[in-house]
């Protein structure tokens, strides 16, 4: 899956949960109005992109900017790549 491909489907899990991202380098944390839907989010983000997210970004104060996110996901795509 290229990079744009990536970016489409992480926009799209962003907005079946709501979140409508018009600043990729705002901290996500801003977007967030509550837990549930920042679950709803890595669940959403590990389904879809067949990942598993590290410990640490499981806390919505490191998610970062939508672009660190997206970063991230696509490093972790190429981890799993044989």
């Known amino acids: 899956m290229g990079h744009e491909n990536i970016e489409k489907e992480l926009m799209r899990i962003f ?3 709501g979140l409508f991202i018009d600043d990729k380098d705002i901290l996500l944390q801003d977007y967030f109005p509550d837990s549930l839907v ?6 959403g983000i590990e ?3 067949e990942i ?4 640490e970004m499981l806390l919505i104060e490191n998610m ?3 672009n660190t996110l997206l ?5 972790l795509m190429a981890l799993k790549m044989p």
């Open 38 to 43: 920042f679950v709803s989010l890595i669940i």
């Open 52 to 55: 598993e997210l590290p410990d």
């Open 71 to 75: 970063d991230r996901i696509i490093s």
């Open 64 to 66: 970062g900017t939508f």
């Open 47 to 49: 389904e879809t992109f």
């Open 15 to 17: 907005s079946e949960n």
